[in-house]
């Protein structure tokens, strides 16, 4: 009996030794996922500004048409014309008046700043850096300390020789502010174009009503000189008409092609490339690609249906 027991006692202790332990009470192990942000793309500059401020081609077309604009502007010197060509008041494409020119007004040519004499590498580098496409306020920032840092576009040192030796004055009318009078006229000086003069030689947004609209300052201008050329690079530089907010693309480029307009450009009028900014960036699919072009290959499969 005792030895049943024993081995009984065995059993059960062995029995105990064998079984599975208790499980230990379970955690919950709470995992966070953070999302890291994609690393933002290097900043590179837009095809506009590859062309306009990087390619040789720029450099030629720019070289080409201020070679134009001076031999012009020296022949109009050399024969002086009785008539200005900045638009009269109210003219129209149907009545293109022109001012007239006093027999003894000096003569002028007259030109934009941005972009027509000087690129502002500067600034359009640190909006691209900064992925802004305009900001007014680095802007207005930019037209009080970018002296150095805008360089002057090919061709035009050349050409503004040429002019003075023609005894054209120079005048630039440009859409920068007239509170920054000083930083304009150091940044025309560092970029090796000459002293200008407010009110003389140098105008700017503010000195005549119609906010950005330059009729106003060419109409000051004509006051005192005979303008026998206007260069820039939007048609707001030629005639506000140009600028009418009602226009669309198509409608724009047609007022160009007038009778009375047509002949004036590249004699007199002048307008240089600038695929960068401005309102010549417009137009929708059919204004870009009439419908009368639509074209695609014979062998090209029909387009989906919607």
Avoid at 1 to 14: N, P, Y
Avoid at 174 to 199: M, P, V, W
Avoid at 253 to 269: E, R, S, V
Wanted: charged share 20%; hydrophobic share 40%; proline share 9%.
């Amino acid at each position: 009996m005792k030895h049943r027991i024993l081995l009984s006692t065995i059993a059960f202790l062995a029995a105990c030794q064998t079984a599975p332990p208790e499980p230990a009470p379970t955690e919950k192990v709470i995992v966070k996922v953070i999302e890291t942000a994609p690393e933002p793309a290097p900043a590179a500059p837009t095809q506009g500004q590859q062309w306009l401020y990087g390619s040789a081609e720029s450099r030629i077309a720019l070289k080409q048409d201020w070679n134009a604009i001076a031999s012009y502007v020296a022949a109009k010197a050399a024969n002086r014309p009785n008539t200005s060509v900045v638009l009269a008041p109210g003219a129209t494409a149907e009545a293109a008046d022109f001012l007239a020119c006093d027999a003894d007004q000096p003569l002028a040519a007259v030109f934009d700043a941005d972009e027509t004499l000087i690129w502002n590498l500067g600034s359009m580098g640190y909006f691209t850096r900064i992925g802004v496409g305009f900001d007014p306020a680095i802007w207005d920032e930019w037209e009080k300390t970018g002296s150095g840092k805008a360089v002057a576009i090919p061709g035009v040192k050349d050409a503004f020789k040429r002019i003075r030796d023609a005894g054209v004055e120079i005048i630039v009318n440009t859409n920068r502010s007239n509170a920054n009078i000083q930083g304009s006229a150091d940044t025309l000086k560092s970029a090796g174009l000459g002293e200008f003069a407010h009110g003389r030689t140098l105008y700017l947004r503010g000195d005549a009503p119609g906010g950005s609209g330059k009729d106003g300052r060419r109409y000051m201008i004509s006051d005192d000189y005979c303008v026998i050329a206007l260069a820039g690079d939007q048609l707001g530089d030629i005639a506000d008409l140009f600028n009418d907010k009602a226009l669309t693309p198509p409608e724009r480029k047609a007022l160009t092609a007038a009778p009375a307009f047509d002949p004036m450009w590249g004699n007199g009028w002048f307008i240089l490339p600038n695929p960068v900014y401005g309102p010549s960036l417009a137009g929708s699919m059919e204004e870009v690609f009439p419908p009368e072009t639509d074209w695609a290959p014979p062998t090209a499969p029909p387009p989906a249906e919607e």
